[in-house]
């Protein structure tokens, strides 16, 4: 499924389970709040050895993850952003900003 679908579907069944009425600030402190779930996971799972659990575990790694996921497609769709050219758009600032200074730099 391309990631404009998966976009869709998620603000789809976020309206079916009643959570599809959030402004775009309630969005992102929800994102905010999952990424932090996602960080506290990884510093569990990864810095103090707990075990990842697997996808019915409430709080595994994959979970948290799909959290942040859903928090940012619902957040871009919200906001009317174009998520693949918005993505596309960033590979090119990237580029810009990272790879041509430093073919400059080994050039003289």
Known sequence: ????????LVV???NLWGFGKETPEQLA?????ESG?????????????KPRGGLDDKSSL?????DVMVFLLAAYEACGVDIVEA??????MNDARFIKPKLSKERT
């Open 87 to 92: 993505l596309k758009h960033k590979i090119k």
């Open 29 to 33: 402190l929800g994102l905010c709040i």
């Open 12 to 14: 789809k069944h976020r």
């Open 1 to 8: 499924m391309d990631i404009k679908k998966l976009q869709k």
């Open 37 to 49: 779930e996602f960080a506290q996971t990884i510093m569990r799972e990864y810095r103090y050895g």
């Open 62 to 66: 994959p979970n948290e993850a799909a």
